[in-house]
T-cell receptor
Framework: LAKTTQPISMDSYEGQEVNITCSHN???????ITWYQQFPSQGPRFIIQ???TKVTNEVASLFIPADRKSSTLSLPRVSLSDTAVYYC????????????FGDGTTLTVKP | DAGITQSPRYKITETGRQVTLMCHQT?????MFWYRQDLGHGLRLIYY???????DKGEVSDGYVVSRSKTENFPLTLESATRSQTSVYFC???????????FGDGTRLSIL
């Protein structure tokens, strides 16, 4: 099962683009990469999921290189409300219950 | 409204007591999960279920029991609560094992 490694914390300023990288060296062929956001006193919320190359939705982009050993969540033009903990998760149908959230990356956006 | 609901939201109990946390989802998702989150840390998987009557242990299952007789419900029971089980408990569901999980609002459990 692929374990993930993320920076513990990051700081940014409003309006900047933020990139959070996740390392998953042991990712398997059938694994997907999923990112979640969590605010204090709330459950995590799904942001984006991808398998390879680039995925974009209305809130974020996910970049996955060809070897898939890492991925980068990109948040364009962050605001104060993007201050949260971000988790990278590697999931698959064959190991659905074995994915671990880790401690995530605490992003602090400053004015 | 469709969604996933946990009850109770807050619970205080004493060491040695049995306590059950409830989780109900209206999407008919196959997979359901229970996590615990200790202060300042990430989520750790307690148990998960791939379908009714199919459950499996996560990384921190000792002291917990689950059942899933119906697709929509996934109760978590602490058979004899200990102080170390004081935590916030989150339930989640997903359409399939590799699909995004949808989380409830959590149950904050304190064991005195």
């Amino acid at each position: 099962l692929a374990k993930t490694t993320q920076p513990i914390s990051m700081d940014s300023y409003e309006g900047q683009e933020v990139n959070i990288t996740c390392s998953h060296n042991n990712i398997a062929t059938n694994d997907y990469i999923t990112w979640y956001q969590q605010f204090p006193s709330q459950g995590p919320r799904f942001i984006i999921q991808g398998y390879k190359t680039k995925v974009t939705n209305e809130v974020a982009s996910l970049f996955i290189p060809a070897d898939r050993k890492s991925s980068t969540l990109s948040l364009p033009r962050v605001s104060l409300s993007d201050t949260a903990v971000y988790y990278c998760l590697v999931v698959s149908n064959t190991n659905a219950g074995k994915s671990t959230f880790g401690d995530g990356t605490t992003l602090t956006v400053k004015p | 409204d469709a969604g996933i609901t946990q009850s109770p939201r807050y619970k205080i109990t004493e060491t040695g007591r049995q306590v059950t946390l409830m989780c109900h989802q209206t999407w008919s998702h196959s997979y359901m999960f229970w996590y615990r989150q200790d202060l300042g840390h990430g989520l750790r998987l307690i148990y998960y279920s791939a379908a009714a009557d199919i459950t499996d242990k996560g990384e921190v299952s000792d002291g917990y029991v689950v059942s899933r007789s119906k697709t929509e419900n996934f109760p978590l029971t602490l058979e004899s609560a200990t102080r170390s089980q004081t935590s916030v408990y989150f339930c989640a569901s997903s359409e399939d094992g590799d699909q995004p999980q949808h989380f409830g609002d959590g149950t904050r459990l304190s064991i005195l």
